[in-house]
């Protein structure tokens, strides 16, 4: 029997996260998270963060030399040929992380939570794209809440991905996640009736 291979995506403070969670505690589906492997590619020591240090020099580090997220992101999300040099290291590493995970899992349903699913050319390793939805001004005002951004500094991330209409017209299902997480919800458990 062939693995169905749901890869969740969306964009920035959409919801992908709520999504993944309820589908783990509900339905009890193993779930491989693409932000959980982008970190373990450059924790202390990695050959990335050796990589990375090396281009933005020690102060992109912590004293304890760990990476500085927040200085790296404030050089990635404005300015996009340092952002794609970073992907080009962080994203080979991910997609071996998701083979493997694919291959050692022995469930029908898996799910791979992917934001950059497009943009990283991930698209062939799932088997069906489900992109959790909301209004822009929704988004942007979760997206501030959240990370505690201004107005322009969450403006800046959303618009370093790939539009949220865009994605949407790419998906096999669009979750809308507009109003509230029992509506939401809801969705999911018709999708995952009809699989099951």
Not at 80 to 97: C, G, N, T
Not at 103 to 112: F, P
């Amino acid at each position: 029997m062939t693995k169905r291979i749901i890869g969740l995506t969306g964009g920035i403070a959409t919801g992908k996260s709520t999504v993944a969670n309820y589908l783990a505690k509900t339905y009890d589906l193993p779930i491989f998270d693409a932000d959980i492997y982008s970190r373990e590619a450059v924790t202390l020591g990695s050959p990335i963060l050796q990589k990375i240090s090396q281009r933005y020099g020690k102060e992109i580090l912590l004293e304890n030399g760990e990476l500085n997220r927040p200085k790296l992101g404030k050089i990635i999300f404005n300015n996009q040929e340092e952002r794609l040099f970073i992907e080009s290291l962080i994203h080979p590493y991910v997609r071996d992380k998701f083979i493997q995970e694919i291959a050692a899992s022995s469930k029908y349903i898996v799910v791979l939570v992917v934001p950059l699913l497009f943009e990283a050319e991930m698209t062939e390793l799932v088997t069906e794209i489900w992109v959790v939805w909301c209004s822009p001004e929704k988004q942007l005002e979760r997206l501030m809440q959240r990370n505690n951004l201004s107005n322009s500094e969450a403006q800046e991330r959303i618009n370093s991905q790939m539009p949220l209409s865009e994605k949407a017209a790419l998906a096999d299902v669009v979750l809308d996640n507009s109003t509230n997480e029992d509506a939401l919800f809801k969705q999911v458990d018709k999708l995952i009736y009809r699989i099951l």
